[in-house]
C-alpha cells in the first residue's frame, strides 16, 4: 500500500484533457513538502515530469501542469496524445518515513 | 550531460547477498544527497535508502533496513548498495536516482534487475 494514493488508471481521448490526483497526508504533502510528477514509458526508467508543485523541467511541453492544495496534488494532461499513454507517479518527502514516498502510480490509456 | 550507470543485479538466491554499484557522471557528485528507488515486476516505485552528499546522513525504508547498506565513493563518483539476507520480495529492478531541490529525483540511472529467487 502506497503512502500517496493515485487511481489506478485514467483514460482518455486524442485531444482531451485528464487529470490524476495524488492524495497524501499532513506527513508528506500537508506538512508542506514539494510534489514532484514522473513519466514512466514502459520498459524505461522513470522521467522527472513536473518538479516543485507546477515546474516542468526543459523539454516537458506546456500541455502537463501541475497543482498542490492542502494535503493533495494534480496532474493534468491537455491535448492527449498517443505518446502520452505511460504511467504517471507522483513524489513527496515523508517527514515520518525521513525519506521519499511515492504513489502506486496511474497508467494512463490514450482511446 | 548527467549520467547513472547502475551495475551489479544479477539472480541470487533467498538468504545470498549482492552488491550494487551506480557510477555518477556529468556532475559534481559530492555535492548531491543520492537515492536508490525499486520497482518489483508489474509494481509501483518504492524508495529504499538516500545518502547525503558527505554520507553523513543515511536512511533506509523499514522494509530493508538491517538487511540493506547504503554508501558512497566521491572520490569515484560512485554510489553503493549492499544487500544481505535477500527475501523473494526483493526481486525488482533498482534504480539510483539524483535527489535536487525539493527532494525530487531529478536524474535517474536505467535500472539494474535483481532477482531473488531459488
Known amino acids: 500500500q502506497s503512502v500517496l494514493t493515485q487511481p489506478p488508471s485514467v483514460s482518455g481521448a486524442p485531444g482531451q484533457r485528464v487529470t490524476i490526483s495524488c492524495n497524501g497526508s499532513?506527513?508528506?504533502?500537508?506538512?508542506?513538502?514539494?510534489v514532484h510528477w514522473y513519466q514512466q514509458l514502459p520498459g524505461t526508467a522513470p522521467k522527472l515530469l513536473i518538479y516543485g508543485n507546477s515546474n516542468r523541467p526543459s523539454g516537458v511541453p506546456d500541455r502537463f501542469s501541475g497543482s498542490k492544495s492542502a494535503t493533495s496534488a494534480s496532474l493534468a494532461i491537455t491535448g492527449l496524445q498517443a505518446e502520452d499513454e505511460a504511467d504517471y507517479y507522483c513524489q513527496s518527502y515523508d517527514t515520518s518515513l525521513s525519506g521519499w514516498v511515492f504513489g502506486g502510480g496511474t497508467k494512463l490509456t490514450v482511446l | 550531460e548527467v549520467q547513472l550507470v547502475e551495475s551489479g543485479g544479477g539472480l541470487v538466491e533467498p538468504g545470498g547477498s549482492l552488491r550494487l554499484s551506480c557510477a555518477a557522471s556529468?556532475?559534481?557528485?559530492?555535492?548531491?544527497?543520492m537515492n536508490w528507488v525499486r520497482q518489483a515486476p508489474g509494481k509501483g516505485l518504492e524508495w529504499v535508502s538516500s545518502i547525503s552528499s558527505s554520507s553523513s546522513n543515511i536512511y533506509y525504508a523499514d522494509s530493508v533496513k538491517g538487511r540493506f547498506t547504503i554508501s558512497r565513493d566521491n572520490a569515484k563518483n560512485s554510489l553503493y548498495l549492499q544487500m544481505n539476507s535477500l527475501r523473494t520480495e526483493d526481486t525488482a529492478v533498482f534504480y539510483c536516482?539524483?535527489?535536487?531541490?525539493?527532494?525530487?529525483?531529478?536524474?535517474w540511472g536505467q535500472g539494474t534487475p535483481v532477482t531473488v529467487s531459488s
Open positions: 536516482a539524483r535527489e535536487g531541490a525539493g527532494a525530487t529525483a531529478d536524474y
Open positions: 556529468g556532475f559534481t557528485f559530492s555535492s548531491y544527497t
Open positions: 499532513s506527513s508528506n504533502i500537508g506538512a508542506g513538502y514539494d
